[in-house]
């Protein structure tokens, strides 16, 4: 069983930053796949982000088309978290965003499904 906690959603202006994280509960976090999800109203869930267990010293990170090139995944095993530093923020990255965990990452990435959710935290970008 893993707990998702996120915290550092806000209100920031179009082309400000933002930093996410997440605590995972449980001593098994460095097993499982991360990722950051993220629904709109009236929108469907959106895959932000995901994060790989480590390879090595190396970890594998994939994006969104919406969000490459402006934010960025990370992870610290020895804290439990996972990150998603925001930048260049638009109004349209205005959501709920979501933390997730599942073994396999490709679950997050091709089919928006992952065994853990978070609660969510809210990120707005006033125009």
Do not use: H
Request: net charge positive; proline share 2%; aromatic share 10%.
């Amino acid at each position: 069983q893993v707990q998702l906690l996120e915290s550092g959603g806000g209100l920031v202006q179009d082309g400000g930053s933002l930093r996410l994280s997440c605590a995972a509960s449980g001593r098994t976090f460095s097993r499982y796949a991360m990722g950051w999800f993220r629904q709109a109203p009236g929108k469907e869930r959106e895959f932000v982000a995901a994060i790989s267990t480590s390879r090595g010293s190396l970890y594998y990170a994939e994006y969104g088309d919406s969000v490459k090139g402006r934010f960025t995944v990370s992870r610290d095993n020895a804290k439990n978290t996972v990150s998603l530093q925001m930048n260049t923020l638009k109004p349209e990255d205005t959501a709920v965003y979501y933390c997730a965990a599942d073994e396999v990452q490709a679950r997050m990435t091709r089919k928006g499904s992952a065994d853990y959710w978070g609660q969510g935290t809210q990120v707005t970008v006033s125009s």
